[in-house]
């Protein structure tokens, strides 16, 4: 199947990344030295490298090619090289490099750093990537994507952003252009070796089990599990976080007196630039107060996906539980489940149950084939349905999107959400507490630490001091020996 060479006007370059390459001509290869591509031997950034070959042979025609003869590539070419990368794809890539002549600047740091090196040696202003629609990294981007915050500046150039799995097996088995081999072997994308195993779907065994033979990646019939071969990261062992995080909320039971930590995100520009002040945030402090958790932070993030992720991701690995609001709807600037699902590296699909729960509420009335609200963060979100509201709630590991945008309607989904609590085994952790005022007016000399000496020490911490008077709370779990 895999041929040596290939005469770059053979290739068969679907219509619209012929006017995506024709508009960026004049800029990709008249300022060349303004334009890197990504190439890693996956199987997407080997479509675009021969999509790149093409368009430069169609640019400078027969005269810079002898023959027809591509053997050098002009644009410079980067490749994060990592120990954890399969051998098979650093070969295919050194193999590639060669045969058909890349500039390789391979790097050995992370991304983000590796960028900002490149970007101050080098005049690079746009970056081409082989990133499609189904990846969790495409979330939010168009085929001409500016970096994320707190990134260099480039542009990213994604022309295949829109191909299907299959669009991309199409092109690489109709123009014969070699393709790394772990592809042969049932794999059907590949991150890292720690990440990533034979896509099960493709087995010729027992589907359940990743031993034995693997049919070829392009025979995956639905595109859409071309991920189910990437394993979920093996965690480091932790020390920092939070252990019933990393455990589960088993280990939650096995430490019944420790208080439950719990997170706030408020999403939206309004309130940053103060035109709308926050009531939810407070109310929502005090409403999980009451249940006795203790919240550990709140923030208040831009509409912007980068700033919604990188809060998720922060306080979802040190708080049991985290609850989101705002940005929250249909408007463009609503991004706060697309910040959700790339905080868990996942990507937006179609909820047809939510979509049922939406057309209830709007009808038809959506423009275009599906609706956009409809889209939630594929494979960890569960819809938490109460009959006194109109769409369920969405939750998304321990990650709680709540959809009111008022205090009052925080109260009514607060109050669905305590009632599922008790019938909803999923939410056993957000497990009701008895709380306890003991109020005295003694000044804070008399009641000094001598006389609370004989209660636990965790007790101690839970003093609070309000000027002269102190409220001792206790918290207990539900059935408190006093
Ligand atoms: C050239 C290049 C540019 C990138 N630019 C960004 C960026 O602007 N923002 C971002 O969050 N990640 C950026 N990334 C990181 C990718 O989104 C993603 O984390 C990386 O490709 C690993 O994907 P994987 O975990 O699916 O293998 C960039 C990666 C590369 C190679
Ligand atoms: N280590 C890397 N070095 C250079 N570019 C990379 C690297 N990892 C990812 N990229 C860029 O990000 C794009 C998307 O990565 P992704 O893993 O989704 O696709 P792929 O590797 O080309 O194919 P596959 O989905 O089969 O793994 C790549 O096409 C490439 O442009
Ligand atoms: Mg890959």
Same mark, same amino acid.
């Given at each position: 199947?895999?041929?040596?060479?290939?005469?770059?006007?053979?290739?068969?370059?679907?219509?619209? @990344?012929? %006017?995506?390459?024709?508009?960026?001509?004049?800029?990709?290869?008249?300022?060349?030295?303004?334009?890197?591509?990504?190439?890693?031997?996956?199987?997407?950034?080997?479509?675009?490298?021969?999509?790149?070959?093409?368009?430069?042979?169609?640019?400078?025609?027969?005269?810079?090619?002898?023959?027809?003869?591509?053997?050098?590539?002009?644009?410079?070419?980067?490749?994060?090289?990592?120990?954890?990368?399969?051998?098979?794809?650093?070969?295919?890539?050194?193999?590639?490099?060669?045969?058909?002549?890349?500039? %390789?600047?391979?790097?050995?740091?992370?991304?983000?750093?590796?960028?900002?090196?490149?970007?101050?040696?080098?005049?690079?202003?746009? =970056?081409?990537?082989?990133?499609?629609?189904?990846?969790?990294?495409?979330?939010?981007?168009?085929?001409?994507?500016?970096?994320?915050?707190? #990134?260099?500046?480039?542009?990213?150039?994604?022309?295949?952003?829109? #191909?299907?799995?299959?669009?991309?097996?199409?092109?690489? %088995?109709?123009?014969? @252009?070699?393709?790394?081999?772990?592809?042969?072997?049932?794999?059907?994308?590949?991150?890292?070796?720690?990440?990533?195993?034979?896509?099960?779907?493709?087995?010729?065994?027992?589907?359940?089990?990743?031993?034995?033979?693997?049919? &070829?990646?392009?025979?995956?019939?639905?595109?859409?599990?071309?991920?189910?071969?990437?394993?979920?990261?093996?965690?480091?062992?932790?020390?920092?976080?939070?252990?019933?995080?990393?455990?589960?909320?088993?280990?939650?039971?096995?430490?019944?007196?420790?208080?439950?930590?719990?997170?706030?995100?408020?999403?939206?520009?309004?309130?940053?630039?103060?035109? @709308?002040?926050?009531?939810?945030?407070? $109310?929502?402090?005090?409403?999980?107060?009451?249940?006795? #958790?203790? @919240?550990?932070?709140?923030?208040?993030?831009?509409?912007?996906?980068? $700033?919604?992720?990188? !809060?998720?991701?922060?306080?979802?690995?040190?708080?049991?539980?985290?609850?989101?609001?705002?940005?929250?709807?249909?408007?463009?600037?609503?991004?706060?489940?697309?910040?959700?699902?790339?905080?868990?590296?996942?990507?937006?699909?179609?909820?047809?149950?939510?979509?049922? /729960?939406?057309?209830?509420? +709007?009808?038809?009335?959506?423009?275009?084939?599906?609706? !956009?609200?409809?889209?939630?963060?594929?494979? =960890?979100?569960?819809?938490?349905?109460?009959?006194?509201? &109109?769409?369920?709630?969405?939750?998304?590991?321990?990650?709680?999107?709540?959809?009111?945008?008022?205090?009052? !309607?925080?109260?009514? !989904? #607060?109050?669905?959400?305590?009632?599922?609590?008790?019938?909803?085994?999923?939410?056993?952790?957000?497990?009701? /507490?008895?709380?306890?005022?003991? $109020?005295?007016?003694?000044?804070?000399?008399?009641?000094?630490?001598?006389?609370?000496?004989?209660?636990?020490?965790?007790?101690?911490?839970?003093?609070?001091?309000?000027?002269?008077?102190?409220?001792? +709370?206790?918290?207990?779990?539900?059935?408190? $020996?006093?």
């Amino acid at each position: 199947m895999n041929v040596p060479w290939l005469h770059p006007a053979s290739y068969v370059i679907p219509v619209d @990344v012929c %006017l995506l390459l024709l508009s960026a001509e004049n800029f990709l290869f008249d300022r060349i030295e303004e334009v890197a591509f990504s190439f890693n031997g996956g199987k997407d950034s080997t479509v675009l490298l021969h999509l790149l070959r093409a368009g430069y042979f169609l640019h400078n025609g027969e005269q810079s090619c002898p023959n027809g003869n591509l053997t050098n590539f002009p644009i410079r070419t980067i490749y994060f090289e990592s120990s954890s990368a399969f051998p098979e794809i650093n070969s295919f890539t050194y193999d590639t490099a060669s045969r058909y002549g890349l500039q %390789l600047d391979i790097i050995t740091s992370d991304f983000k750093s590796g960028l900002e090196n490149l970007l101050k040696a080098n005049p690079i202003r746009a =970056i081409f990537l082989g990133v499609r629609i189904g990846d969790p990294t495409a979330v939010g981007q168009e085929q001409f994507s500016p970096s994320s915050p707190g #990134w260099p500046p480039f542009m990213r150039v994604n022309p295949i952003l829109d #191909w299907s799995y299959r669009d991309v097996w199409a092109f690489i %088995l109709t123009c014969k @252009v070699p393709y790394c081999s772990l592809y042969d072997e049932g794999y059907t994308s590949i991150g890292s070796i720690h990440d990533t195993v034979p896509n099960a779907l493709l087995s010729m065994g027992d589907s359940s089990s990743c031993d034995g033979k693997f049919k &070829p990646a392009y025979l995956l019939s639905d595109g859409r599990l071309e991920r189910a071969g990437r394993v979920k990261k093996l965690l480091p062992t932790c020390t920092g976080c939070n252990p019933a995080v990393c455990n589960g909320p088993e280990s939650v039971d096995s430490d019944k007196n420790r208080m439950l930590i719990a997170s706030a995100i408020a999403v939206g520009d309004e309130i940053l630039s103060g035109t @709308v002040e926050d009531q939810m945030g407070p $109310s929502l402090c005090r409403k999980l107060h009451a249940i006795g #958790w203790s @919240v550990s932070q709140t923030a208040v993030v831009r509409n912007d996906i980068d $700033s919604v992720a990188e !809060e998720v991701e922060r306080q979802k690995s040190t708080s049991e539980m985290v609850f989101i609001y705002g940005g929250v709807g249909p408007l463009h600037s609503d991004v706060t489940l697309a910040g959700v699902a790339k905080a868990f590296g996942v990507r937006l699909a179609p909820d047809e149950e939510f979509e049922e /729960y939406l057309r209830h509420l +709007i009808g038809n009335h959506c423009t275009g084939d599906r609706n !956009e609200m409809a889209l939630l963060p594929e494979g =960890i979100t569960e819809l938490l349905h109460h009959e006194k509201l &109109p769409v369920p709630m969405i939750k998304c590991q321990n990650v709680i999107i709540l959809a009111a945008t008022t205090v009052t !309607e925080l109260d009514k !989904e #607060w109050e669905c959400l305590s009632e599922l609590t008790r019938s909803c085994n999923l939410l056993s952790i957000m497990k009701p /507490y008895v709380s306890k005022v003991l $109020s005295t007016n003694l000044s804070d000399v008399c009641i000094k630490l001598p006389n609370l000496t004989c209660l636990p020490v965790f007790l101690s911490h839970l003093i609070r001091h309000t000027f002269s008077r102190i409220e001792v +709370i206790l918290l207990f779990r539900c059935h408190p $020996s006093f």
